[in-house]
């Protein structure tokens, strides 16, 4: 699909009222701040008017300049320089791929505006196309889970989640998992999430232990996270963010995991009760999945090792540490 | 004629104009026939359905007979594996093809009958090896067998080595052209079992249980030696009384006597499979064990889970029969000790193990 090239059309003053305002179809601008803009209009005025479609009926839609219109409407301009072009110039794809070049020109898109993009051009444009194209000129990969992605990140994420996003207080992964939940479970999820402000890597925890557990206990998330256990954290006026946040995933993580957090517990309780040297420590694998387990013992010189395992050497109940399920298997 | 329905065939440029090809083709009369330069230019299947009625013939310019792919931190029976096809027209929840090719299609490799004298030949340059070769981990062995023919190719000419023998293993009931060979020495003919449960509600399109078994007696009155494998052993509600179920239909079914070995292994899975499971198999039950992160980097359960499903199948098979051949499937050298009370300690003492079943049972 060629791009139609342009040439300079006279502006005309237009009524700012008569312009839709909304982004529309063409235009893919989204959590983004006006105030610089329109700072910057107002010291040195409009420098690149926008342009915009007229139809049948003369409603004016945006194709390229949506921010311009918006920093100019903050402003209170009565009347705004633009072009416009009439239905029968501009085909709909060709306003998008005016809009698309013109902002990838000057500015990097964020993610949401990356799906409204795809989403635009998904009803156009052959699929093929898209992923040959136009993912690579949006640095996203060419393949079909993401281009899937992208889309339902700009149709099925609830605004304020998209803001989140762009402020990159949730990932681009957390979105992902939020997208697998159910709308309204989702919500819950998100509300409960941004009330804690987990860090990104324990929004990843707790959205994967909610939706484990939703499907184990076959029990809807909301019905989860009311429940008195979290809800008694989330209320604690003891514990900040942070305690909370750990409070939250050690919860739901000995619900998720049972055996092993017992296995845990059991260890480091058998572990405490040995009386051994300060300097020493007995700590186990990861997962307790390899077979070993490790003794670290820390000295400045041979002297105090040879101490450290003579005192060692005489602890009681060492022979006893082992796998601490022996008994339940 | 198979029980899978093929609504497609894909033939790329490198299978056109084979025998096995025109012979495929001759078996599926009326289904199109799209002839394609190579994948990208076939239509891709949806994702959902992985294209398990689309027959897709090529040419395969790998290596056909390759080692199991065992890593070296769990302890490896040595298994080698003869590549016939890639996919399954079986739709296990848990199937671990589902990420591990990221082509879709049942795709089979039409130059098998010209590569296959280059692989008894690697076999037969190493007399004093034995050679553990199976068809059944990136297929299923018989699912097709009526399409392929693969039986009639494979059969005969393991059947007259002494240094190897072919494990066809398979979860369906499709024994017919095998039974009707004459070929039964070397052949090993093996079912993956697992509980009622699991088999009803995570095995589609697979063969019952009983219709599993009742093959398998079959093969067995024929004369072909049997292997049994429960992999992916899957704890779930009442688990011990349903694998209790799966045992006693083995023995209702089963002579113990002429199995040569009964495998067992605990669900495992790269953490990519995750996703695609809840995607293809909502409801689906196999996500729901405490998975940990093992030293291979593929989640598998936490290792006393493991330790209690191997431990209660050993204690019931082997109150069915002594010698069975049970082994376990990439565990530790402590795994197998908890649970089967001793350890082939590592992956060359595991091969000998199965090596010697091999001899006691063949010869």
């Not at chain 1, 995933?249 to 296995?263: D, E, I, M, Y």
């Not at chain 2, 029980?3 to 894909?10: A, E, G, P, S």
Request: positive net charge.
């Amino acid at each position: 699909m060629g791009i139609p090239k342009i040439t300079p059309i006279e502006s005309q003053l237009v009524n700012p009222n008569k312009i839709e305002d909304f982004p529309g179809p063409y235009c893919m601008s989204f959590g983004f701040d006006i105030r610089p803009l329109a700072q910057s209009i107002d010291r040195v005025g409009l420098v690149n008017c926008p342009l915009l479609i007229e139809n049948k009926n003369a409603e004016l839609t945006v194709i390229v300049g949506y921010r311009r219109i918006h920093a100019l409407k903050t402003l209170g301009w009565d009347r705004i320089p633009c072009g416009v072009l009439s239905e029968s110039e501009v085909s709909p794809l060709e306003c998008l791929l005016l809009n698309l070049y013109d902002n990838l020109a000057t500015r990097k898109l964020n993610e949401v505006e990356k799906g409204m993009v795809l989403n635009r051009l998904h009803s156009q444009v052959q699929g093929k196309e898209i992923l040959e194209l136009y993912m690579p000129l949006l640095e996203l990969p060419s393949n079909e889970s993401a281009l899937l992605f992208f889309i339902k990140l700009e149709q099925e994420l609830d605004r304020e989640i998209k803001e989140y996003l762009i402020q990159k207080k949730i990932s681009l992964q957390t979105a992902k998992m939020l997208l697998k939940m159910e709308p309204d479970e989702r919500s819950h999820a998100f509300n409960f999430m941004s009330n804690i402000k987990f860090n990104i890597n324990q929004q990843k925890q707790f959205i994967d232990n909610i939706i484990d557990l939703v499907l184990i206990e076959n029990k809807p998330a909301h019905e989860l996270l009311n429940e008195p256990s979290l809800k008694g954290i989330l209320v604690n006026k003891q514990l900040n963010n942070p305690q909370k946040a750990k409070a939250i995933l050690k919860l739901l993580r000995g619900r998720r995991f049972p055996s092993l957090v017992k296995a845990e517990k059991a260890f480091k309780k058998k572990v405490s009760s040995l009386d051994l040297p300060k300097s020493a420590s007995i700590h186990a694998p990861p997962y307790f999945e390899e077979p070993h387990y490790r003794l670290e013992v820390l000295f400045r010189e041979g002297k105090e090792l040879r101490e450290t395992i003579n005192r060692l050497n005489l602890t009681e109940g060492l022979d006893k540490l082992g796998d601490p399920w022996e008994k339940d298997v | 004629m198979s029980n899978f329905t093929i609504k497609k065939v894909l033939v790329e440029e490198g299978a056109r104009k084979r025998a096995f090809t025109d012979e495929v083709l001759s078996r599926l009369p009326g289904i199109p026939v799209q002839h394609v330069k190579d994948i990208t230019s076939a239509t891709v299947s949806d994702e959902l359905d992985m294209g398990k009625d689309t027959l897709h013939l090529l040419s395969y310019k790998g290596e056909f007979l390759k080692p199991c792919p065992g890593t070296r931190e769990y302890i490896c029976c040595g298994y080698q594996i003869l590549n016939v096809a890639t996919n399954c027209p079986i739709n296990c929840s848990y199937c671990i093809l589902q990420s591990y090719f990221n082509q879709p299609n049942l795709r089979v490799f039409a130059n098998l009958d010209e590569k296959i004298d280059q692989v008894l030949k690697e076999i037969d340059s190493k007399p004093e090896c034995i050679f553990r070769v199976g068809t059944g981990e990136f297929t299923d062995s018989l699912a097709i067998d009526s399409i392929t023919c693969w039986s009639d190719l494979l059969v005969p000419r393991f059947s007259e080595r002494k240094n190897a023998v072919l494990e066809l293993k398979t979860k369906t009931t499709q024994i017919d052209r095998l039974v009707a060979g004459k070929y039964r020495d070397r052949i090993i003919v093996s079912w993956s079992l697992n509980s009622p449960y699991i088999s009803a509600h995570e095995e589609h399109k697979a063969a019952s249980l009983k219709k599993r078994l009742e093959a398998a007696r079959q093969c067995q009155s024929e004369g072909f030696v049997l292997g049994f494998h429960f992999d992916p052993l899957i704890p779930h509600p009442n688990w011990k009384d349903e694998y209790l179920r799966t045992i006693e239909l083995m023995d209702k079914y089963v002579d113990p006597k002429r199995i040569i070995w009964i495998s067992l292994g605990s669900f495992r899975f790269m953490p990519g499979l995750k996703p695609i499971i809840r995607r293809r198999h909502p409801g689906s039950c196999v996500l729901d064990g405490e998975f940990i992160t093992g030293l291979d980097g593929k989640m598998r359960y936490f290792k006393p889970i493991r330790i209690a499903l191997y431990k209660f199948m050993r204690e019931n098979l082997e109150k069915w029969h002594q010698n069975l051949g049970l082994y376990l499937c990439m565990e530790s050298d402590d795994v197998w000790q908890k649970s089967l009370g001793w350890s082939p300690r590592n992956s060359i003492g595991l091969r000998s193990y199965l090596d010697r079943r091999v001899v006691e049972i063949f010869g």
